[in-house]
């Protein structure tokens, strides 16, 4: 099986690259995003549930520096934008992603113009529409709400506390 295509959106021809991308996959055309550092198994059941949205998935990843402008911290992202990527490309309900550097994906959607954009229940719909959405209301905005036991903060803070216990 192979992995979905890759598109850095900042390189200059992403552009190019990206409407390439659309016009190979299946209408309509559903896009999120995200930082997706540790990938865990909440990400993966938003995804799926993503997918199940339209007849493709197409995933923005935030750059290094996006992820770390975004309050992540001066360590994180763990993982660099181009492996991150590759995970979720590996995933077979994705079928496009997109690395962009912007702190949201507004102009990346801007440029896209898919049918669906879809964010986690953590974002309100206000806020995406004044933000990611501003000036692109014909684009359907779906929330999907979270399982509350996934976090990747909740997911370091275990593995921290449990190698600070190992080497006392």
Known sequence: MKNADIVDFAQSDGLKNLLELKGRIAPPAVFTSGVFDLVHAGHLDYLQAARQLGGSLLVGVNSDNSARKLAKGPSRPFNNAKDRAELIASLRYVDGVIIFGE??????????????FVKGGDYSEAYLRNTDLAGLEHISLKIIPLKTHYSSSNLIEKIVSAYRKETR
């Open 103 to 116: 702190d949201t994906p507004h102009q990346l959607l801007k440029e896209l113009q898919p049918e669906i």
